[in-house]
């Protein structure tokens, strides 16, 4: 079968409001977290993106049932009563590198698990060995069994005080989910800040675990018993990253651009890089909006956990920095090889010099449309942004990276006023002719 590609034809437009998604990083953590409880926790906005269909398919494989409320869709209703399995297979797990999230909650149900090695994004080692070290601290000891990750807990999981080597989203996630269960208290120290994890551990409270200062580098977890944990309704935060996507896609084009249902304070750094690159940036409760109407000036940005520079947004500034006159300097802290964007950006006409994690970006060139592929799923959403303001048509392959995480991307841009459209490719145009000549 033929993949779809998403065709933009630019006419420098992108203008209005648009609605923010629930945040798909919150909300994989969140399903994975109604593990912990037996019965049926509601999840409202949760986004339409695949990588939720992944993770309903995990959960699914445990044995609970996940399905989307008629009346809303964004609203997820997982029933855990019948997990049953504490088995996530290579299947799933190599589909979406998130899948490890399971990990924490079915020790602290189990006191076992057993998950296949992540794969994922193909954006540098992405290594687990924070996750494995935390939990081992909490009690639970690991095997690699045929390429599966083996857990127990054999004599239950007991409180600690961990320092994690890096403030790791996932990790912190993972020793979370399974502290919330462990006795006595466990500390995380130099845990991530990111407002994801202050989400998490709102759920986690309002299940009954005693999870504090959630959001600052050490978190206080107290345990508590296991049964005492109960299903909950709780609604996922805005995405930050998506709402971060459009807002450079108003200071690209000059906007204005309104991302409405998103917390302005997740967003600190993104809005002061918009500023000092001469965008007018106003703020409101749950909402942004970008204008610019001088030239784009260079800028400095360093990738950094949260609240630093998020690497999510990365190769949206890098376009930024592109379109900018003068020369900017780039440089990615989180992970490795993140610079696969930049050579599709070259395509188009950019100028952007890599040297190990720092990128050198000679803005002013006019971009031109030409057929890119999305390396990862933020670098195709910053792909579809750039044939917005490049001369002629730009054919974006590879968006099931984008559907991973943004929710109708193409409706979304449409609406500002975006010619974009999702086609298939040629070739299969040709072969459909080609059957109906057959015929
Ligand atoms: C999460 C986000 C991702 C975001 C990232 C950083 C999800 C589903 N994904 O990914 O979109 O870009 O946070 O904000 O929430 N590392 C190790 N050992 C570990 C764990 C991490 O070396 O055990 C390294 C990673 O290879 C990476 C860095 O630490 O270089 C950051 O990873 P981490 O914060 O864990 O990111 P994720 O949770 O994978």
Same mark, same amino acid.
């Given at each position: 079968?033929?993949?779809?590609?998403? !065709? @933009?034809?630019?006419?420098?437009?992108?203008?209005?409001?648009?609605?923010?998604?629930?945040?798909?990083? %919150?909300?994989?953590?969140?399903?994975?977290?109604?593990?912990?409880?037996?019965?049926?926790?509601?999840?409202?906005?949760?986004?339409?993106?695949?990588?939720?269909? @992944?993770?309903?398919?995990?959960?699914?494989?445990?044995?609970?049932?996940?399905?989307?409320?008629? =009346?809303?869709?964004?609203?997820?209703?997982?029933?855990?009563?019948?997990?049953?399995?504490?088995?996530? #297979? &290579?299947?799933?797990?190599?589909?979406?590198?998130? %899948?490890?999230?399971?990990? $924490?909650?079915?020790?602290?149900?189990? +006191?076992?698990?057993?998950?296949?090695?992540?794969?994922?994004?193909?954006?540098?080692?992405?290594?687990?060995?924070?996750?494995?070290? /935390?939990?081992?601290?909490?009690?639970?000891?690991? *095997?690699?069994?045929?390429? &599966?990750?083996?857990?127990?807990?054999?004599?239950?999981?007991?409180?600690?005080?961990?320092?994690?080597?890096?403030?790791?989203?996932?990790?912190?996630?993972?020793?979370?989910?399974?502290?919330?269960?462990?006795?006595? *208290?466990?500390?995380?120290?130099?845990?991530?800040?990111?407002?994801?994890?202050?989400?998490?551990?709102?759920?986690?409270?309002?299940? /009954?675990?005693?999870?504090?200062?959630?959001?600052? %580098?050490?978190?206080?977890?107290? +345990?508590?018993?296991?049964?005492?944990?109960?299903?909950?309704?709780?609604?996922?935060?805005?995405?930050?990253?998506?709402?971060?996507?459009?807002?450079? /896609?108003?200071?690209?084009?000059?906007?204005?651009?309104?991302?409405? +249902?998103?917390?302005?304070?997740?967003?600190?750094? =993104?809005?002061?890089?918009?500023?000092?690159?001469?965008?007018?940036? *106003?703020?409101? =409760?749950?909402?942004?909006?970008?204008?610019?109407?001088?030239?784009?000036?260079?800028?400095?940005?360093?990738?950094?956990?949260?609240? $630093?520079?998020?690497?999510?947004?990365?190769?949206?500034?890098?376009?930024?920095?592109?379109?900018?006159?003068?020369?900017?300097?780039?440089?990615?802290?989180?992970?490795?090889?993140?610079?696969?964007?930049? =050579?599709?950006?070259?395509?188009?006409?950019?100028?952007?010099?890599?040297?190990?994690?720092?990128?050198?970006?000679? /803005? $002013?060139?006019?971009?031109?449309?030409? #057929? !890119?592929?999305?390396?990862?799923?933020?670098?195709?959403?910053?792909?579809?942004?750039?044939?917005?303001?490049?001369? $002629?048509?730009?054919?974006?392959?590879?968006?099931?990276?984008?559907?991973? +995480?943004?929710?109708?991307? @193409?409706?979304?841009?449409?609406?500002?006023?975006?010619?974009?459209?999702?086609?298939?490719? &040629?070739?299969?145009?040709?072969?459909? !002719?080609?059957?109906?000549?057959?015929?």
């Amino acid at each position: 079968m033929a993949h779809e590609i998403i !065709v @933009v034809h630019g006419n420098g437009t992108l203008a209005g409001d648009v609605h923010i998604s629930g945040a798909k990083n %919150s909300a994989l953590k969140l399903m994975a977290a109604s593990i912990l409880a037996q019965g049926e926790t509601i999840v409202r906005n949760v986004p339409l993106i695949s990588d939720i269909d @992944v993770m309903s398919e995990v959960l699914e494989c445990l044995g609970a049932t996940v399905a989307r409320d008629e =009346a809303d869709e964004h609203v997820l209703l997982i029933d855990t009563s019948a997990v049953d399995s504490f088995e996530t #297979p &290579y299947e799933l797990v190599s589909k979406m590198r998130a %899948s490890i999230a399971v990990l $924490g909650p079915l020790i602290a149900r189990f +006191g076992r698990a057993r998950v296949a090695m992540p794969g994922g994004c193909q954006i540098g080692a992405r290594k687990i060995d924070m996750h494995l070290r /935390g939990l081992e601290a909490l009690g639970v000891s690991f *095997e690699i069994d045929h390429g &599966y990750l083996k857990a127990a807990a054999e004599n239950g999981l007991h409180g600690a005080s961990v320092a994690l080597d890096f403030p790791s989203v996932g990790a912190t996630e993972n020793m979370l989910m399974a502290a919330v269960v462990a006795e006595g *208290e466990t500390i995380i120290g130099n845990a991530a800040r990111e407002p994801e994890i202050v989400d998490l551990a709102n759920m986690l409270n309002e299940m /009954g675990a005693k999870v504090r200062d959630a959001g600052s %580098s050490i978190i206080r977890v107290e +345990g508590v018993p296991l049964e005492s944990l109960k299903p909950c309704d709780h609604a996922t935060i805005g995405d930050r990253i998506e709402a971060g996507t459009f807002l450079v /896609g108003g200071a690209l084009t000059g906007g204005p651009v309104t991302v409405r +249902g998103i917390n302005p304070s997740f967003l600190r750094m =993104a809005i002061a890089k918009f500023r000092e690159m001469g965008c007018t940036v *106003e703020e409101g =409760a749950d909402f942004v909006t970008v204008a610019r109407t001088e030239p784009l000036r260079p800028v400095e940005i360093q990738t950094l956990p949260h609240p $630093g520079f998020p690497t999510d947004l990365q190769a949206q500034f890098m376009l930024l920095a592109a379109c900018a006159e003068g020369t900017s300097v780039i440089t990615e802290n989180v992970f490795e090889n993140r610079f696969m964007f930049a =050579a599709e950006l070259a395509r188009m006409g950019a100028d952007i010099e890599i040297e190990d994690h720092h990128s050198l970006v000679r /803005g $002013g060139r006019s971009l031109q449309g030409a #057929p !890119v592929s999305s390396t990862d799923l933020r670098a195709g959403a910053a792909l579809v942004l750039a044939g917005i303001v490049a001369e $002629g048509e730009t054919r974006v392959h590879k968006i099931n990276h984008i559907d991973r +995480g943004y929710e109708d991307y @193409v409706g979304k841009l449409k609406a500002l006023g975006a010619d974009v459209s999702r086609e298939l490719p &040629y070739h299969n145009h040709r072969a459909t !002719v080609f059957v109906e000549a057959d015929r």
